[in-house]
């Protein structure tokens, strides 16, 4: 599976992006996915995850409320909708594909990960 993420950028505190990750090779639609987050120095936090079917979602409690992570099956491709950035929401943004259908929140569970879209957010 090899996933192409897109859509980050450079973002005024209080702006929206919405992040966006297509994969390939496989189709993804019986697996969870997740989006985790990275700063230089430090270690790669959970974001969000969505099971297989979109109906059960989980938040890492510093964006809950801010943003939404969701998926389109028919188009194996898989999205995270931020809005009321904060500056320490900047980061590298990776997407990734779990080996179960449900999304736990420890990045050992996810086999497939894509390149890394950076998100800047000025104050």
């Known amino acids: 599976v090899q996933l192409q993420a897109s859509g980050g950028g450079l973002v005024q505190a209080g702006g929206s992006l919405r992040l966006s990750c297509a994969a390939s090779g496989r189709t993804v639609s019986s697996y969870a996915i997740g989006w985790f987050r990275q700063v230089p120095g430090k270690e790669r936090e959970f974001v969000a995850g969505?099971?297989?079917?979109?109906?059960?979602?989980y938040y890492a409690d510093s964006v809950k409320g801010r943003f939404t992570i969701s998926r389109d099956n028919a188009k194996n491709t898989m999205y995270l909708q931020m809005n009321s950035l904060k500056p320490e929401d900047t980061a590298v943004y990776y997407c990734?594909?779990?080996?179960?259908?449900?999304?736990?929140?420890?990045?050992?569970?996810?086999?497939?990960w894509g390149q890394g879209t950076q998100v800047t957010v000025s104050s």
């Open positions: 969505i099971n297989w079917s979109g109906g059960t979602t």
């Open positions: 990734a594909v779990g080996r179960a259908a449900y999304a736990p929140r420890a990045k050992s569970n996810y086999d497939y």
